[in-house]
């Protein structure tokens, strides 16, 4: 669809993949900003820029990973403008159901090691947050990130594993 | 591999399959690795949040980018090819440019035919081709040189008109 864009000149391909993917995209900008207002605004940011850099678009990896990436480095510029360095869950979430595994009885508990874990979230380094959310949220393999970020396979997997250590430590 | 880093691989589902069976039987057996596992599952499921689907954001995202257009990003190749050939242009225009003032400056034709009043002057700027008819005057040939507007041939001018006198009575 990209490509028939780009190729092409072709909108209603380009729509079709606003369609297709948007849920993901804006998973991943949410994922990252705990925010929908936010998120829908640097999901928006996202297309904007696939729209205008479509040429840039080399084919090489699943489009999806390619919009994923634009997703995070949106939502990165979006915190940076904001200046927020910490952000309480007081919204609505999209999910508010954690999941069986990981709920605790206790709802109150629930929001504290939530709120604890966005916190911790906001102040990883930018290089493993972006590992984190493209493996957890867009569900990217080692070898797509690895290949997205130009960084070898080792390293987003080192960069994964530090950033879900220190989300753990806010669990303690 | 630490135990941290396995259980990081595991839950990331890029660990072999003989790998996979190692963890779940230590999963199994080993309750403080459980407990590591349990944690970092945690994790996952306060990050892993997905947005339901939203129609309306189609509709928003063709508003924001009316207007907009994509912009053409160059390979290198391409690059080149569009630069060598603006150069050669640019080339070609300062060649001609610089040709074209070394040229000598040419006079405006007075006119397809010159007058016979001027066809004296003519043949006295230029070089007599053959002398006219003596009985009508007629048939003068001359090639004029500072008239010509062509800096490599000469214009040949042939008289055919009366008025012409014979040069014994001029």
Same mark, same amino acid.
């Given at each position: 669809?990209?490509?028939?864009?780009?190729?092409?000149?072709?909108? /209603?391909?380009?729509?079709?993949?606003?369609?297709?993917?948007?849920?993901? #995209?804006? @998973?991943?900008?949410?994922?990252?900003?705990?925010?929908?207002?936010?998120?829908?605004?640097?999901?928006?940011?996202?297309?904007?820029?696939?729209?205008?850099?479509?040429?840039?678009?080399? *084919?090489?990896?699943? #489009?999806?990973?390619?919009?994923?990436?634009?997703?995070?480095?949106?939502?990165?510029?979006?915190?940076?403008?904001?200046?927020?360095?910490?952000?309480?869950?007081?919204?609505?979430?999209?999910?508010?159901?954690?999941?069986?595994?990981? *709920? @605790?009885?206790?709802?109150?508990?629930?929001?504290?090691?939530?709120?604890?874990?966005?916190?911790?979230?906001?102040?990883?380094? *930018?290089?493993?947050?972006?590992?984190? #959310?493209?493996?957890? #949220?867009? *569900?990217?393999?080692?070898?797509?990130? @690895?290949?997205?970020?130009?960084?070898?396979?080792?390293?987003?997997?080192?960069?994964?594993?530090?950033? /879900?250590?220190?989300?753990?430590?806010?669990?303690? | 591999?630490?135990?941290?880093? =396995?259980?990081?691989?595991?839950?990331?589902?890029?660990?072999?399959?003989?790998?996979?069976?190692?963890?779940?039987?230590?999963?199994?057996?080993?309750?403080?690795?459980?407990?590591?596992?349990?944690?970092? &599952? +945690?994790?996952?499921?306060?990050?892993?949040?997905?947005?339901?689907?939203?129609?309306?954001?189609?509709?928003?995202?063709?508003?924001?980018?009316?207007? =907009?257009?994509?912009?053409?990003?160059?390979?290198?190749? +391409?690059?080149?090819?569009? =630069?060598?050939?603006?150069?050669?242009? =640019?080339?070609?225009?300062?060649?001609?440019?610089?040709? &074209?003032?070394? +040229?000598?400056?040419?006079?405006?034709?007075?006119?397809?035919?010159?007058?016979?009043?001027?066809?004296?002057?003519?043949?006295?700027?230029?070089?007599?081709?053959?002398?006219?008819?003596?009985?009508?005057?007629?048939?003068?040939?001359? +090639?004029?040189?500072?008239?010509?507007?062509?800096?490599?041939?000469?214009?040949?001018?042939?008289?055919?008109?009366?008025?012409?006198?014979?040069?014994?009575?001029?």
């Amino acid at each position: 669809m990209l490509r028939r864009f780009r190729d092409q000149g072709d909108l /209603r391909a380009f729509d079709e993949l606003v369609r297709r993917t948007e849920v993901r #995209v804006r @998973s991943v900008a949410l994922a990252i900003l705990r925010d929908h207002s936010d998120a829908e605004d640097a999901a928006q940011e996202t297309y904007l820029r696939a729209f205008r850099r479509a040429s840039g678009y080399r *084919g090489e990896g699943p #489009v999806g990973a390619w919009l994923c990436r634009i997703a995070v480095r949106a939502a990165h510029d979006a915190l940076r403008r904001a200046g927020r360095q910490r952000r309480l869950l007081e919204v609505a979430r999209p999910s508010e159901d954690p999941g069986e595994e990981a *709920g @605790s009885a206790d709802p109150e508990e629930d929001l504290h090691r939530r709120t604890e874990v966005e916190s911790a979230l906001r102040r990883l380094p *930018g290089d493993e947050r972006e590992a984190l #959310v493209l493996k957890e #949220v867009a *569900g990217m393999t080692y070898r797509e990130i @690895s290949e997205s970020c130009g960084v070898p396979l080792g390293t987003v997997q080192s960069r994964i594993h530090r950033a /879900r250590q220190r989300l753990a430590e806010a669990l303690r | 591999m630490t135990d941290k880093e =396995l259980l990081s691989a595991y839950l990331d589902g890029e660990l072999p399959p003989e790998r996979v069976r190692e963890v779940e039987e230590r999963l199994a057996a080993d309750p403080r690795f459980r407990a590591e596992h349990l944690r970092l &599952q +945690q994790v996952a499921a306060i990050l892993g949040v997905e947005c339901e689907p939203d129609p309306g954001f189609l509709v928003r995202h063709r508003e924001r980018r009316e207007g =907009l257009s994509p912009v053409r990003l160059w390979t290198w190749r +391409q690059l080149g090819t569009r =630069l060598s050939a603006a150069a050669a242009a =640019l080339l070609v225009a300062a060649g001609l440019s610089v040709w &074209q003032a070394e +040229q000598p400056e040419a006079e405006p034709l007075a006119g397809a035919v010159p007058e016979a009043e001027e066809l004296d002057l003519l043949a006295f700027e230029g070089e007599i081709l053959s002398a006219p008819d003596p009985e009508t005057g007629f048939g003068a040939e001359f +090639q004029t040189l500072a008239a010509s507007d062509s800096a490599t041939e000469p214009v040949l001018v042939i008289a055919l008109g009366g008025g012409f006198l014979p040069a014994g009575e001029r």
